[in-house]
């Protein structure tokens, strides 16, 4: 999905109780493969003509096919869009994000902000941070932090890839090469004791892997759907996590094996 076709989503997408809908829609067409509009109709609550609206737009973006009676994937396990993403479990990342920022030193401090909509609530919990540098190729964590004072902003170069707003490629990974991290804090599409840290692409992957590598420690937030979760690109093995935040919905079962192999894990609770 092309940076012109992601700005017309988010134009037509006009609440927030929609883009919910239509991430719910894709989530449901990539599990099933495909969907009948009754089906999708009865499962989310609305009316075939609202559904057929969503239908509508998601297949203008090129992120569904329409079908005779209903709609089919374009690929099994899709990215979503940045746009659509920054809707889903926000209250979780919101906790997950002050949890995060509380275990950081209060004085002077560098971290790592990988790209993610979890990562952007820890960048807008930085607010009040005194003294922090956050090293960064998200073009979206970068423009939340650029006016608070007490955080100064490193920004990677790098090609930029539409569907996350990041810069990824050589240019990204040499600018963390070149620096010293105390923090790097990741977030992933999936997490669990065998397969570690995983994403969706692997040029992101490679970017975030140079990332960890410079890191004193490493710290991945994630809401409790991705505790368990495999993705295509590994970003780190499960033995360069020192620390998992996340929420109460996870896989109890998930985090006791993340915590056997080490990993001290942290459960916040959502209002």
Known sequence: MDAP???????????????QRMVEILDLVSERGSISLSELSDTLGISAATARRDLSDLADQHLIVRTHGGVSA???????????????????KRAIAKAMVQRLPSERHVI?????????SVARALANHRDIAVVTNSLTIANLLSGYAGVRVVMTGGFLRPQSLELVGALAESTFNAVNVGTAILG??????????????????????AMVAKAQRTVVVADGSKIGGVA??????????AMLITDSTADPAELDRLRAADVEVVVVDVD
Do not use: W, Y
């Not at 790592?112 to 952007?120: E, P, Q, V």
């Not at 295509?232 to 996590?241: F, G, T």
């Open 112 to 120: 790592a902000l990988s790209g993610g909509t979890t990562t952007a």
């Open 74 to 92: 374009l690929e099994r396990g899709r990215e979503i869009p940045v746009a659509l993403r920054d809707t889903r479990f926000q209250e979780a």
């Open 188 to 209: 992933a599409d999936g997490i669990n004791a065998t397969s570690g840290v995983t994403t969706h692409d692997e040029t992101e992957a490679r970017t975030n892997r």
């Open 232 to 241: 295509l690109a590994p970003i780190a093995d499960i033995a360069q996590v």
């Open 5 to 19: 076709a992601a700005q017309s989503l988010i134009a037509r997408v006009t609440s927030g109780r929609r883009a």
